[in-house]
């Protein structure tokens, strides 16, 4: 099973970010996958393929964060779009994240503690909260790239919808020829 934790939006965000997606779309004739809107979500943690047998172990493990609210309520925001690895060269397209960061990354710390010692590492790469709009596609060409760059810059930033983060939740992602398709596990 391929597993990630993530926290899911509400539907007032996810619609927004359809409104940034079109906005591109409008913008020209980008070479990019786009993601459905309704399964964007914050991921916390990239597990990959997993046994199923794992999976009771793990939803034990992230039971804790449940427990205790410590950490929560976090109240986060759409930020600016942007692009992976940088716009001039973009691979992946995303919208920002804004708000309460430094309990954000304490809540994805905490994920990462967790799951430690079931053997996943943390990433060797500063967390980066994110929600991922789409990715080029492999056969785009320079000028493409460079025209989708521009684009993004030339984006207005996303209305100022604000929302409190839920609980992480595990997720199953399922690679369909149409997109992913994503199942909650749990907990709760």
């Known amino acids: 099973m391929r597993l ?20 591109l779309q409008r913008s020209g004739a980008h070479p990019v996958k786009w993601v459905a809107p309704a399964a964007i979500h914050l991921t916390v943690q ?3 393929e997993v046994a199923d047998t794992r999976v009771a172990a793990l939803l034990t493990a992230l039971e ?3 427990a205790t609210s410590t950490m929560l309520p976090i109240h986060l925001g759409l930020g600016a779009a942007g692009a992976f690895p940088h716009l001039r060269r973009p691979q992946t397209v995303w919208v920002g994240v804004e708000g309460d ?19 996943f ?13 789409g990715r080029v596609r492999r056969e785009a060409t320079t000028a493409q790239r460079t025209a ?11 209305n100022p919808i604000t929302w409190t983060v ?17 199942r909650v596990l749990g907990p709760g």
């Open 46 to 48: 990239f597990l990959g």
């Open 4 to 23: 990630f934790v993530a926290l899911v939006l509400p539907a007032v965000v996810t619609d927004e970010l359809a409104a940034v997606q079109q906005q």
């Open 148 to 158: 989708l760059g521009t684009a993004i810059a030339a984006l207005p930033h996303p």
């Open 101 to 119: 960061l430094a309990a954000l990354n304490c809540l994805q710390q905490a994920v990462t503690t967790a799951l430690m010692p079931f053997g």
């Open 166 to 182: 839920g609980r992480p939740l595990l997720l199953q992602s399922t690679l369909m020829p149409g997109g992913a398709v994503y």
């Open 64 to 66: 804790p964060l449940h």
């Open 121 to 133: 590492p943390p990433e060797e790469r500063p967390f980066r909260a994110h929600l991922t709009l």
